[in-house]
């Protein structure tokens, strides 16, 4: 039986992928009529607030076939402002579809979504060009775009066939026939098999009209069949393997777990141990939208909810018994850059708040949910304006909370400019641990990165697995804001423990003070979030618009001349572009757009401005102390961070 394979279909809002992804399921029989947007009718849209607004906000899936093979087809949503739901379940796919307008220009949403894909998940991508049957759809500035944008390695299909040209360009073998004129259709199909992941598809049609979507299913299949001769076949005999790409609470309030089953099998009833809880499966079900099935066996490749397991959560490996939340904390490139303080209404209490935004953390990871103490609030994070107002309205709908969300604040990084080496030692009574840390500027977007050079007879590496896993298991706060650290390599230049004195939480307070008194030795600098803009206005506010840009701290590219519109695509802070839109229709008479999508951080125009606004104390922050723990005639004393390394048991290296 040929493997189970799980797609996505991917896009920038308005391109059509939902009715794309409906007409897919009719056309394998999956639906018995397809649902259109502006109806409210579609499979996949099933929440009220998606058909409300017209617009895919959760990821969800339907299972089809087609040939022969089973397939879990993922819509994801399309606006930029639920960026991070469309990428959380990447790691699910085999191969996704990106659709592209083809009426208009080719917007930076969508080159940033072709990157993730491909640069990022390797995945095959098959290019989709929808509403080709517009009048204002250009086959040649399109296909001119996306090879200058996006890649040069596409391969058109048109008129049932791929173009040999193009094949000609990435396949020798396939070349060699085509100069001897012995090409056939069937060779140029097989030639495309074996490019699976390396050539990119392009086909064009018309989703709401239902053209191209046959031959899509076509190259679907053709690129699964090239996956089963590039990967090895998923064993169902091997022990348990899946991935937690999902969370959600169904209609009943039970939580639902979607899996992808890498190998082995899974049952209902099937236990698992996770750490010192045990959990049983209840149900497995090939979920439809809304509607599901129970299964009584998911085997490798199958993409599936389960209910029963509430510990598991977004991103987490099952392996067996064991439970790698690593991977859950992955670098993303997309991330919010707000912060929203959201308060209950009249009658909720803050902790009766928190509890249901807790819940929808559970779904959406990326919310980030921290409760304020000193405020006694509760802060959530955000992508823009959108996602604010669907918060709202979800609070609303599903627990009768009317809140109330005060205006976001930008969220800040910070990372050093310089090396520096950290030292942390804890030892109050009956307690030791000693650990050495260098740190070290990372590249920009790295987030945080690790490496061991301490030798294991200097310290065993259980103890440096230990110190390794405190670096990554939390997000350290920097000493000049507050912020999360980020773009940081750190290194373990050395360690000691303690034969009978050292316990498991010992590294754990080496670890986070060496790190902090690093900080404050060190050369810290402030990072804010940059957004990439497309501006598209009238020609004659060009000149208005570039000097907006540079005034307010941006920078943009030779503007693109279209007729009487221009395009200028730049990038600049987050703080400083929030109310660029409103500014944009106000001198462009309701004309010009502008549209964001985040683009990663970058040094802060303003540092000292937002230190002080921030006025964060790191002395007083007394839950990330920056000094360390010393014993002297059997009780524990404190040493402020810049004394404390000539109490150190190690010698102290330089950066």
């Known amino acids: 039986m040929a493997t189970p394979r799980t797609f996505g279909i991917l896009a920038h809002v308005d391109a059509g992928k939902t009715t794309l992804s409906e007409q897919v399921l009719f056309r394998t029989g999956a639906l018995r009529a397809a649902g259109r947007v502006d109806h409210g009718n579609t499979a996949l849209d099933t929440d009220a607030i998606e058909r409300d607004r017209g617009i895919t906000v959760f990821s969800n899936q339907a299972w089809l076939t087609h040939n022969g093979r089973s397939y879990t087809l993922i819509d994801t949503p399309g606006h930029i402002d639920f960026a991070t739901e469309a990428e959380r379940v990447l790691p699910a796919l085999d191969m996704a579809v990106l659709v592209i307008d083809g009426s208009s220009e080719l917007d930076a949403h969508t080159e940033a979504l072709y990157r993730l894909l491909a640069v990022d998940h390797g995945l095959p991508v098959i290019i989709f060009l929808n509403k080709t049957d517009l ?286 080496v950290g030292c942390g030692h804890y030892e109050p009574l009956r307690h030791y641990a000693e650990a050495h840390l260098r740190l070290s500027p990372g590249k920009r977007g790295a987030g945080i990165t690790f490496e061991s050079r301490c030798h294991v007879d200097d310290l065993p590496i259980s103890f440096q697995s230990l110190i390794r896993s405190h670096v990554f298991e939390r997000v350290h706060p920097g000493v000049l804001t507050g912020s999360p650290l980020t773009d940081v390599h750190v290194e373990l230049l050395s360690g000691r423990a303690h034969l009978k004195h050292t316990e498991g939480g010992d590294f754990r307070e080496s670890t986070y003070r060496a790190i902090r008194q690093g900080l404050m030795k060190g050369q810290c600098i402030l990072l804010e979030p940059f957004y990439r803009f497309d501006l598209i206005l009238p020609a004659e506010h060009l000149g208005r618009a570039m000097t907006d840009i540079l005034s307010r701290h941006g920078s943009h590219e030779a503007p693109d001349l279209q007729g009487e519109t221009v395009r200028l695509s730049g990038r600049g802070p987050v703080s400083a572009f929030l109310d660029y839109p409103t500014q944009v229709r106000a001198y462009s008479h309701g004309k010009g757009s502008i549209l964001f999508q985040p683009d990663g951080y970058d040094l802060c125009h303003d540092q000292e401005d937002v230190i002080q606004k921030l006025a964060y104390n790191c002395g007083a922050d007394v839950q990330n102390p920056t000094g360390s723990v010393f014993c002297s005639h059997g009780a524990g004393f404190y040493v402020n961070w810049d004394e404390a390394d000539s109490y150190m048991h190690l010698p102290v290296e330089k950066p």
Not at 258 to 283: C, M, N, W
Not at 305 to 312: E, F, I
Not at 357 to 382: F, K, M, T, Y
């Open 135 to 420: 009048v204002s759809f250009d086959r040649e500035r399109i296909l001119a775009q996306i090879r200058r944008r996006l890649t040069e390695q596409i391969v058109l299909i048109e008129n049932g066939s791929p173009d040999p040209e193009q094949l000609a360009v990435l396949d020798d073998a396939f070349l060699e026939s085509y100069l001897e004129g012995s090409m056939t259709d069937e060779a140029a199909w097989a030639s495309l098999r074996a490019l699976t992941g390396q050539a990119v598809p392009v086909l064009m049609g018309a989703a709401l009209s239902g053209v191209g979507i046959d031959q899509l299913l076509e190259v679907l299949s053709l690129t699964a069949e090239g996956l089963d001769e590039k990967q090895s076949t998923f064993d169902p005999n091997a022990p348990f393997r899946a991935r937690v790409y999902q969370v959600r609470y169904d209609q009943s309030g039970e939580r639902v777990a979607y899996l992808r089953l890498l190998s082995g099998r899974l049952k209902p009833r099937d236990a698992f141990r996770f750490e010192d809880t045990i959990e049983k499966v209840h149900q497995i079900r090939r979920y439809r939208g809304s509607s599901f099935t129970t299964a009584e066996e998911a085997l490798p490749g199958d993409a599936v909810g389960v209910t029963g397991l509430s510990v598991p959560r977004c991103g987490d490996l099952i392996s067996g018994d064991t439970l790698d939340a690593e991977n859950s904390a992955l670098l993303r490139r997309f991330q919010p850059v707000l912060a929203v303080q959201v308060q209950p209404p009249k009658g909720v209490s803050p902790s009766q708040l928190l509890e249901k935004l807790r819940i929808l953390e559970d779904e959406d990871p990326a919310l980030n949910v921290q409760w304020d103490a000193a405020h006694g609030v509760s802060l959530v994070q955000v992508m823009g304006e959108v996602q604010m107002e669907v918060l709202t309205q979800l609070l609303s709908d599903r627990y009768g909370m009317a809140v109330t969300l005060l205006p976001p604040q930008v969220l800040y990084k910070e990372t050093l400019a310089a090396p520096v």
